[in-house]
């Protein structure tokens, strides 16, 4: 069963930047998806972004595209969301998740990390 394990939320004024971190352990991650969703009051889980370990072949929502980034760390089994010029709409609890396949749903990733605040004041 693999280990999922968020850091890095907070509270940024608009306009500014924030990194999430998730290091995974405990399942060989070369054959799987690793993603970022995330989760406002009231409303659904939706996926931000997701990155294939091999190939590393990356995807993004429109609604951060240009503005957050998403990267992997293989030695360090860590997966990082770079997020900048971040807007009040930003505001949620983010998790992170892995996933066998290469889907955009919640229901197509298995594992899953706790969950961080992220909050975007104006």
């Known amino acids: 069963q693999v280990q999922l394990v968020e850091s890095g939320g907070g509270l940024v004024q608009a306009g500014g930047s924030l990194r999430l971190s998730c290091a995974a352990s405990?399942?060989?991650?070369?054959?799987?998806?690793m993603g970022w969703f995330r989760q406002a009051p009231g409303k659904e889980r939706e996926l931000v972004a997701h990155i294939r370990w091999s190939p590393r072949i990356t995807y993004y929502s429109d609604s951060v595209k240009g503005r957050f980034t998403i990267s992997l760390d293989n030695a360090k089994n860590t997966m990082y969301l770079q997020m900048n010029s971040l807007k009040p709409e930003d505001t949620a609890v983010y998790y992170c998740a892995l996933s066998p396949g290469w889907g955009t749903r919640p229901e197509n990733f298995d594992s899953w990390g706790q969950g961080t605040q992220v909050t975007v004041s104006t």
């Open positions: 405990g399942r060989a991650l070369s054959l799987y998806t």
